[in-house]
């Protein structure tokens, strides 16, 4: 096996990966949101939820979208060299790890901002004497 072939194969096996990993990133968010959807209050923790949905479709999203720049540059023999070559080998899964880390963080900052939140209700309820 070439070294050409082998750096081939793991961005494919990387990209399949990356599939994987948004969408069961994606489930795991929806059993999540399940579980806050009907707990009053905690808005921010349910927008950053969501949005941490929609960047792990995206993520899915992307990293098919390398299947076809990877078909497009063996189609136009730039299998080595060229622009499909640049947007399959550096472009995309740079995107698509991205698309992952902002499906992670997302609902981390909603949670924080929904934290802070409640905790300022917290303190208008109690008696002062």
Request: charge should be positive.
């Amino acid at each position: 096996m070439d070294e050409r072939d082998a750096k081939d194969r793991a961005l494919l096996e990387g990209q399949k990966a990356c599939i994987l990993i948004c969408a069961a990133g994606a489930v795991a968010l929806l059993v999540l949101l399940q579980a806050v959807w009907t707990s009053g209050g905690a808005l921010s923790l349910k927008k950053g939820i969501l949005w941490g949905i929609v960047a792990f479709a995206l993520g899915i999203a992307v990293a098919m979208l390398g299947y076809l720049a990877r078909h497009w540059a063996i189609r136009k023999n730039q299998l080595n060299s060229g622009l499909f070559f640049k947007l399959v080998h550096i472009w995309i899964p740079l995107v698509a790890v991205g698309c992952i880390v902002l499906g992670l963080v997302f609902p981390v900052i909603g949670g924080f901002d929904s934290l802070g939140s409640q905790s300022d209700r917290a303190g208008q309820f109690t008696r002062r004497r």
